[in-house]
Nanobody, 123 residues
């Protein structure tokens, strides 16, 4: 399985971006996908996750501002980010695991990762 992210960039505080992650390869019937972010020198943290049935989980820091969604037919995951803040600046990674994640926002639950896309928010 390969994951390729796109959609990152630079935006002013209060702005919006939409990240995409396109997967290729064989998918099993059950899976979870998530968005994680990492700032240099800090641990990679979970932002949002979704399973095949559409059940979602969000980190408290982004609730009400970010929305995760998927297009199963295209094997594409999205992260709509609105009202962006400077503290959202990070490298954003797409992740996948087959089977339902026990802890959807725990990076240890995922074993397939994309290369990341940078999001920079200026105040």
């Amino acid at each position: 399985v390969q994951l390729v992210e796109s959609g990152g960039g630079s935006v002013q505080a209060g702005g919006s971006l939409r990240l995409s992650c396109t997967a290729s390869g064989h998918f099993y019937s059950a899976y979870s996908m998530g968005w994680f972010r990492q700032v240099p020198g800090q641990e990679r943290e979970g932002v949002a996750a979704i399973d095949k049935d559409g059940t979602t989980d969000y980190a408290d820091a982004i609730k009400g501002r970010f929305t995760i969604s998927q297009d199963n037919s295209k094997k594409t995951l999205y992260l709509q980010m609105s009202d962006l803040k400077s503290e959202d600046t990070a490298m954003y990674y797409c992740a996948l695991r087959f089977g339902t994640a026990i802890e959807p926002l725990d990076r240890e639950d995922y074993n397939h990762w994309g290369q990341g896309t940078q999001v920079t928010v200026s105040s």
